[in-house]
């Protein structure tokens, strides 16, 4: 009796089920994607969702698949059914969603900085939108140095000096990732000023110079322990209207050009090795305490592989070079999508409580054990 049951049971949930492949099973099949689509593309917690979603899929192949009385080839086609409407659906929908995104908010915000400088010259408003600026790179020029780490900020200096104890007692340097006159630096040889009567292009592996415009101090390394990672050395400010020492000279790396190649703004990734050091110049990710205004720390590795050691030169001003329009930079749609997220998640991974705010963790959360 109570096999007989549970078969009438089992007979009854059965016929309650919407017919498979019928147009409105196909209809609840695409909804539940579109859906996947909507809740992923308003917060990255939607992903808990999607988990669901998918253990239920599991459990429902699974159960068809157990069927014997059934060919195996039902439950490809539930299979692919449900690859097409849970998977490839609202992964498409989710790209067309983002690419509306894009497109509407196209305008400059405080976060640009974040973003390449390919990235930038698409947004309306920032200083790289329909900007031209010469292609070369010059002795002499103005340039702005972004470090090519996703997320990356600008080489950037100002009057503080670094404080009691902690290195030499020079000027700071660090990323900061917004756009300020103390971003701006000269680019010079090693052993001489500018001409300004000529025009000498900066080719892979010189030895230069870099001078901060608004101190007029010089980029400066030594065998001072950094700040916060202390098997790396510290990176300052040093010398007077741009007269300093030997530990002011670095030498310039074009990756994947040959050895006297010419420089490019905004195209070129380069490395700058302390000449006398043979350190890297780098910039951990690490933000500084209030001393260093937490912008993030700028060290010297000696570990010359560092992948954040990767520079590019992005605003570039230089007159009596011609200039180039930025739309010979700009990013493919693709390009720029993978590149916000990538922001995205490391913007997500870098979020930490602030000073006196009560935090808590997931286990707590059902029980409410900690409130805030």
Known sequence: MLHDGIHNWSCEASSDRIPEFSPKWWLWLIFTGSMLACCISVKFVGLFVILLIGFMTVVDLWNILGVMTRPVMD????????????????ICLYMIFFYIHLKVLNKSGNGDGFYSSAF?????????????????????AV???????????????????????????????TTYTHKDDNNKWIIKNYNEEPNVNTVQIVKNGDLV???????????????EQAPITKKHYQVTGYGENGTGDANDVWRLSITNVAEGGELQAVRHKIKLIH??????????GKQLPKWGYEQQEVSCNPHLRDVNGLWNIEENYFEKLPNVSFEVYAP??????????????????????????????????????RVS
Do not use: D
Not at 144 to 172: D, I, W
Not at 275 to 284: A, D, G, H, M, V
Not at 346 to 352: E, V
């Open 332 to 369: 493919s749609f693709l390009e720029r999508f993978l590149e916000s997220h990538a922001v995205m998640f490391q913007g997500n991974s870098g979020l930490k409580p602030k000073e006196g705010e009560i935090t808590s963790r997931p286990w707590q959360w059902p029980i409410n054990y």
């Open 143 to 173: 340039i702005t140095l972004k470090n090519h780490r996703t997320g990356g900020g600008y080489l950037h200096s100002h009057f503080h000096l670094y404080p009691e104890g902690v290195g030499a007692r020079q000027q700071q340097i």
């Open 275 to 284: 000449y006398l050091q043979q350190c890297l110049l780098t910039t951990s």
């Open 209 to 223: 110079r870099f001078e901060h415009i608004p101190t007029r101090r010089n980029l400066h390394s030594h065998k």
């Open 120 to 140: 930038q010259s698409q947004l309306i408003g920032n200083s790289l939108h329909n900007a031209s600026m010469p292609q070369y790179v010059a002795y002499g």
């Open 75 to 90: 439950t490809v086609k539930h299979l692919i059914a449900r690859a097409i409407c849970l998977i490839i659906l609202p």
